[in-house]
């Protein structure tokens, strides 16, 4: 398993249940500025039914190409098309 990140492994972040579960793709990522903590997201509006949180070596397990954006500066949001992260 590739681990960029600087932060942790046991960082918390925040998902969606279907990311976990493996039944939506992450999408969209925001490096939060005021607190520096991670969403990975997907399409769907995200909801406290529907949040989860997990720690970042477990996001890099679930979805290895959040590896590709490691270096999100705090503030920072990337979105996934075609397969390839734009900050």
């Given at each position: ?75 920072g949001i990337a979105r996934k098309k075609d397969g390839v992260w734009m900050e």
């Open positions: 398993m590739r681990y960029l990140f600087k932060d942790a492994k046991n960082t918390m972040v925040i998902t969606t249940k279907e990311i976990l579960n493996g039944e939506h793709p992450v999408t969209t990522v925001f490096h939060d500025l005021d607190d520096g903590m991670w969403q990975f997201l997907d399409d769907e509006e995200l909801s406290e039914e529907r949040a989860v949180i997990i720690s970042l070596e477990e996001m890099a397990e679930i979805d290895d190409s959040v590896n590709d954006i490691a270096d999100l500066p705090l503030g």
